[in-house]
């Protein structure tokens, strides 16, 4: 046996690519297909692009041989993009298809089926506007009529009437009843136009006065509000001063209690309106050690008499006890 070597141009030499497109002279033994039995949608004639729904898998099918005999190319009974590990071929593979319509044809069916899809399908459901409810005749707020209104309306009604709009001077009292009773009101409302302007004045000018008076007690409060800080931290800070430890250091205080000058009827009065009233009596203060007296309460804080644990002291029995006992207060 000998081993031939293989020339150096067939080592480089490459195969050429097949063409995708079968070329198998099979034909199944169905029936062929009738394309004008098949619907616009379930067949596609566009030249070099033609298709066919297989009835067998349902699938989409290149058609090869159109030119001569056109069949449906060999496929499986799933689609392409579904790929299985044990693929089974289709028994429609091979199927004659018998093309009785031209591409012409086919495409005006088309575009006449498109229309006749899109009027079956529903149409978006718009909602309707929402309309306000008119107020009934009750809530309506009348409007008072001005006279200038009032003229507008019947230099409206004399450009439509024939009536009135041929009314001359002489003629006037032709005008009909709807311009004979637009012309009376239009001269009552010019007579009584002063009366309703000052009117309006007069609310107008009231209604501003108790806006500004309103206005001015929200800013006043609003004022008292913002100073309500600062004058809780000045309470705050305050606290009692008292002037010296010792009664000669600290104000002087009135000996005597002033006359109160009351008249003699208003005297006369009081008993015979209270005749049961007893004269008021003031206490005494007496000094609790000593049993000291002064006639008023006044004199007594004049000479420096002291409370001290609620009992009375005169100056001199006061001095026993500590500084910081509070002074009497009348």
Not at 23 to 39: G, H, N, Y
Not at 102 to 115: G, H, I, K, M, Y
Not at 287 to 301: D, F, I, Y
Request: proline share 10%; aromatic share 4%; with cysteine.
């Amino acid at each position: 046996m000998s081993i031939t070597a293989m020339p150096a141009q067939d080592k480089d030499r490459k195969d050429r690519k097949r063409r995708r497109k079968p070329r198998t002279k099979q034909v199944s033994d169905l029936p062929a297909i009738v394309a004008s039995e098949l619907k616009a949608n379930e067949i596609n004639l566009t030249p070099g692009k033609e298709h066919a729904v297989c009835p067998n898998c349902g699938c989409w099918t290149p058609i090869t041989g159109v030119l001569g005999t056109p069949k449906l190319t060999p496929h499986h009974t799933t689609p392409y993009h579904h790929q299985q590990a044990t693929p089974r071929r289709c028994n429609g593979s091979n199927r004659r298809i018998n093309l009785d319509i031209d591409a012409s044809f086919w495409r005006t069916q088309l575009a006449e089926t498109n229309p006749t899809v899109a009027a079956r399908r529903a149409t978006k459901v718009l909602p309707k506007p929402r309309t306000g409810s008119l107020p009934a005749a009750t809530q309506l707020k009348p409007v008072a009529l001005s006279a200038s209104a009032a003229h507008q309306i019947l230099l409206g009604h004399i450009d439509r009437c024939m009536s009135c709009t041929k009314r001359t001077p002489s003629t006037a009292a032709r005008m009909c009843r709807d311009g004979a009773r637009l012309e009376e009101l239009f001269q009552r409302l010019r007579r009584q136009e002063p009366t309703r302007r000052a009117r309006r004045e007069v609310l107008e000018r009231e209604r501003r006065r108790f806006d500004r008076q309103y206005t001015t007690a929200a800013v006043r409060s609003e004022h008292w509000e913002s100073a309500l800080p600062r004058a809780e931290a000045a309470d705050a800070q305050r606290v009692p001063e008292f002037v010296g430890e010792q009664p000669l250091e600290a104000c002087e205080a009135p000996m005597d209690p002033e006359p109160v000058n009351v008249p003699d009827g208003r005297k006369d009065d009081i008993k015979r309106l209270f005749p049961d009233r007893p004269s008021p009596v003031r206490p005494t203060p007496e000094c609790v050690r000593c049993g000291a007296t002064k006639p008023t309460l006044a004199s007594a804080a004049g000479a420096g008499w002291r409370r001290i644990r609620n009992q009375m002291h005169c100056g001199p029995c006061a001095i026993k006890f500590p500084a910081w006992a509070p002074p009497f207060s009348s």
